[in-house]
């Protein structure tokens, strides 16, 4: 718990009091009155992995080797810290813990795996080719690559957060970090950073979302440059209007220029994808309209300029979140008062129908742009969650699987978004499930014990294979 309040700033104590006091009092009730959880679906599909998985099933399941049983995280406990609500107000450097309190994937998902290592439909035909649009990229399995990492934990220090190096930690197996995804039907290149830059001369790449997708964008910045410090590197936040408040901790984004080739790679945070607006601007405690079919004015303001586009929401969609950040649903401007909508999936499943669609709606527009939609970055919290004694200790890669075999996403919300759209899924959540081992864990902070972030990934890892999957699509 210490842990979370690390780096905090004086300013912003009473704020993680309010935050700590609200849900002191919604775990209290919660305890007291479980009534109160049916904010939780009732038949929760939440990601669970069991031993009682039916080996040899349908297509759609990931295939589990053993039968160690896994449960992914599954509790439901309000947070305990706020993150930025608007774009002026503070976000805490801090917040591997306090995302992902919930998640849902298709239920019940399994991990399944053929220990021979064999994929289970062999007829299909292999269609290679970069790009190729009949090749599903979250199919294929893991394999061991001793040319893996693609750069360094320890030498990426100037994109990479010291809190996602897990080299800085005192983690002392990296196995993880030589694993490769290997598509099933389709040609993934290896990535070379000069090469990808060259491909992307003039272009912008833009990542808006949680901060998996902040994870995304500092795997990218370290797989560009080979993990290797590049001083001419230009910090162009400010064309943005991404620059660090006064008193703020850090900016909503960042934005980095390679003057070789003039990329431009850019990050802006916006955990839930909604415009957010504050509803009494002059009361400095003011609720938020968080507007679900109305993307944040940054993506409206700068969808102009972006040549790639990968967008992500997921963790923040839980009501204890949502209420520590005081954020209020609005659909068509006003206040929600569908019942249905105020549900808390339907409402995240509300918002990502909404965003895709619009994006689509700006692909007329703008026909050099390629859109992404990502779908949803599995958690690992087993026995618990990230703040009920919940673990991901297994360090082992490839024990809970290596192949993934589906017809759909893991992810129905995302996979039923870019539907009959021109966005692109960027599927990452079948690939990623199998890969337990390479969460942040118990080493999330140096020094600390009990601390668990089985949400975010060690970095060099898993997010650098979500971008040579973006990569090999762009
Ligand atoms: C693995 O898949 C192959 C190909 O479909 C199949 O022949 C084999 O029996 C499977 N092995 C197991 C252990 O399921
Ligand atoms: C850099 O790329 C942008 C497009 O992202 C373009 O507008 C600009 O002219 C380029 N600058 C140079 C110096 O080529
Ligand atoms: C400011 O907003 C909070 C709710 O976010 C409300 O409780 C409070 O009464 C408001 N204060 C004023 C002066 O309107
Ligand atoms: C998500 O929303 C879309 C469109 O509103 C709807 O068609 C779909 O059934 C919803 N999916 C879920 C899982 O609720």
Redesign the pocket.
Known sequence: MKAAFYGLRAKQISLVFVALICSTILIWAWEKNPILTNFIPSHSSWLQVSSDVP??SAEGNV?MQDTKSHKFGHVLVPPTVIESGGSHSEVLEEEHLQEGESLQLSAPTYVFV?????????QKEMILGQGNEACNYAEGKWVVDEKRPLYSGYGCKQWLSGMWACRLTQRMNFDYETLRWQPKNCQMDEFEGEIFLKRMKDKTIAFVGDSLGRQQFQSLMCMVTGGVGQLDVMDVGVEYGLVKAPGAIRPDGWVYRFPGTNTTILYYWSASLCDLEPIDPSNSSTEYAMHLDRPPSFLRRFISQFDVLVLNTGHHWNRGKLNANRWVMYVGGKPNTDMEIAEIWNARNFTIHSIVKWVDSQLPKYPKLKAFYRSISPRHFVGGDWNTGGSCDNENPMSIGKEVSQDESRDPSAWSAVRGTKVKLLDITGPSQVRDEGHISRFSIKGTTGVQDCLHWCLPGVPDTWNEMLAAQV
């Open positions: 080996t040899g295939r053929n220990s021979t290592g064999s994929t289970k439909d062999g």
